[in-house]
Nanobody, 117 residues
């Protein structure tokens, strides 16, 4: 079983930067891919970024060039560096860990990001 604990959310102005962290514990050896998703009020959760155990990354078009996902295997932690934040980035951001073979996903509790003009 994988447990995920997120931190780093906050209230910022447009153009500012935030760094989200997601610390994984438990059966971390079973994680094939980790990612960040976000959900704004009244909207569906959407994909933001992901990184595989091999280091391959993927980004949503809306954040490409502004956000960077990274992984520190020694600390069992994944990060999301968010630069040049926009009001439309306002959402609750969730960390996800996926085991491809089993199809089991683990989710963090979510951390809120608010970007004002």
């Amino acid at each position: 079983q994988v447990q995920l604990v997120e931190s780093g959310g906050g209230w910022v102005q447009a153009g500012d930067a935030l760094r989200l962290s997601c610390a994984a514990s438990g059966s971390t050896f079973s994680i094939d891919e980790m990612g960040w998703y976000r959900q704004a009020p009244g909207k569906q959760r959407e994909f933001v970024a992901s990184i595989t155990s091999g280091g391959s990354t993927a980004y949503a078009d809306s954040v490409k060039g502004r956000f960077t996902i990274s992984r520190d295997n020694a600390k069992n932690t994944v990060y999301l560096q968010m630069n040049k934040l926009k009001p439309e980035d306002t959402a609750v951001y969730y960390c996800n860990a996926l085991n491809i073979l089993s199809g089991i996903s683990s989710w963090g509790q979510g951390t809120k990001v608010t970007v004002s003009l």
